[in-house]
Structures are given as structure tokens and as C-alpha cells.
């Protein structure tokens, strides 16, 4: 089975500050990673994706995230936040077992809120 | 030119009352997921169907019922709707040979 713990439920910041959401994940086959935004009353929207390859990824809206395999992390960053990054942040992992994906799970989010 | 569309967006019901969401996908994808979000925000996958066959089935009561005419459709039923129903739920697709899931805008349910 598969689990996704996002380490802090609410990151309060201050615009241009740099910012760090921290994701990791427990799996016993290798999984692909994601990360979504959801803004206020919205649906989620991916902001970027680990499938293979550069353990450094980047996103949209100026975010990356770097896969790191011996600490099972997936830390999404942002070097400069705008009061618009205000959201809710989820992880989600979806196994890989070869020939098939698994359903995506998802952790239970982290708040960003950027204040003036 | 909206790629997953839910209808409605909000839904309010009385307690004991039959309601169904909609959703279309035009992405051409072959699975598609109903999730349910909680008031703390939290995601869980209720049913997957691919290519209108019902793959998953995540320990939903019997209340829930998803439909899909077609491989563009994919309608959830509640019978009987609880309190304890209340929450967004929010329909999502993918390609069978893609990684990533698109998600619609959400349906917020509210049981009074």
C-alpha cells in the first residue's frame, strides 16, 4: 500500500519570501509524483509531475520540486511566493506496477497562505 | 472548451433525497474517477472506470451509484442522501496509457 504525508498543514509566509512544501511518501513498488494546486472554490490543477529522469522538476507558476529516492521526498519550492500562490497544495503518488498505474493517493494537503 | 465539466457546482438537498452529479470529460481519455473531499480537505478515490467498466470500488456504501453511459460520462447517484454525505466531490479522467489525472471543477454537496 501506498501513503503521501504532507509535514505541515498551514505554511504561512510573507510575499517574495522563498517557500518549501515538504511531501513524503511510503511505497513498496516505485511510484510516479505529483503535485496539485487548489485554489479558493476551484478544482485541482497539476502543477508538475515526477515520472522518470532529472530528480529536479519544474513547474508552472514558477515552482519546482525535487525527487529525492533515499528519503522518499518530494519537497515542492518556490523561490519568491506572490499573494495569487495563496492556495491549497496537495502531494499525490500513483504506483507503478510495469504494465499499469495505480489509482492516485493523495496527502491531506498544506495551506499556503502569503500575506503583504 | 472545458476538459472535465461537473454540473452542478453546488447542490443543496435535504436529508432522505436522491441527487446526481454529471460529469463530461472531452479529452478523449478512457478512465475516469469520482473522489470525494472531505471538510478537512482531505482526497479519497470513491470509484475508477475504464472505458465504461467499473475498475475501483473504494468501500462506498451502496447509497452511491456511478454511471457511465459512455466513455465521455461518468454520473454519480446517491440515494438516500446523510449528513455525513456532504462534501466536494470532484470527477477526474486520464488516458489508459497517461500518468496524470485531470480533475473538473468540483461539486459541492451540502445536506441539511
Known amino acids: 500500500a501506498q501513503s503521501v504525508t504532507q509535514l505541515d498543514s498551514q505554511v504561512p509566509v510573507f510575499e517574495e519570501a522563498p517557500v518549501e512544501l515538504r511531501c513524503n511518501y511510503s511505497s513498496s513498488v516505485s511510484v510516479y509524483l505529483f503535485w496539485y494546486v487548489q485554489y479558493p472554490n476551484q478544482g485541482l490543477q497539476l502543477l508538475l509531475k515526477y515520472l522518470s529522469g532529472s530528480t529536479l522538476v519544474k513547474g508552472i507558476n514558477g515552482f519546482e520540486a525535487e525527487f529525492n529516492k533515499s528519503q522518499t521526498s518530494f519537497h515542492l519550492r518556490k523561490p519568491s511566493v506572490h499573494i495569487s500562490d495563496t492556495a491549497e497544495y496537495f502531494c499525490a503518488v500513483r504506483p507503478n506496477y510495469g504494465g499499469s498505474q495505480g489509482n492516485l493517493i493523495f496527502g491531506k494537503g498544506t495551506k499556503l497562505s502569503v500575506k503583504p | 472548451d472545458t476538459a472535465v465539466s461537473q454540473t452542478p457546482k453546488y447542490l443543496v438537498t435535504q436529508m432522505g433525497n436522491d441527487k446526481s452529479i454529471k460529469c463530461e470529460q472531452n479529452?478523449?481519455?478512457?478512465?475516469m474517477y469520482w473522489y470525494k473531499q472531505d471538510s478537512k480537505k482531505f482526497l479519497k478515490i470513491m470509484f475508477s472506470?475504464?472505458?465504461?467498466?467499473?475498475?475501483i470500488n473504494e468501500t462506498v456504501p451502496n447509497r452511491f451509484s456511478p454511471k457511465s453511459p459512455d466513455k465521455a460520462h461518468l454520473n454519480l447517484h446517491i440515494n438516500s442522501l446523510e449528513l455525513g454525505d456532504s462534501a466536494v466531490y470532484f470527477c477526474?479522467?486520464?488516458?489508459?496509457?497517461?500518468?496524470?489525472?485531470?480533475f473538473g471543477q468540483g461539486t459541492r454537496l451540502t445536506v441539511v
Open positions: 477526474a479522467s486520464s488516458p489508459s496509457t497517461g500518468i496524470e489525472a485531470f
Open positions: 472506470y475504464n472505458n465504461k467498466e467499473l475498475i
Open positions: 479529452l478523449g481519455h478512457d478512465t
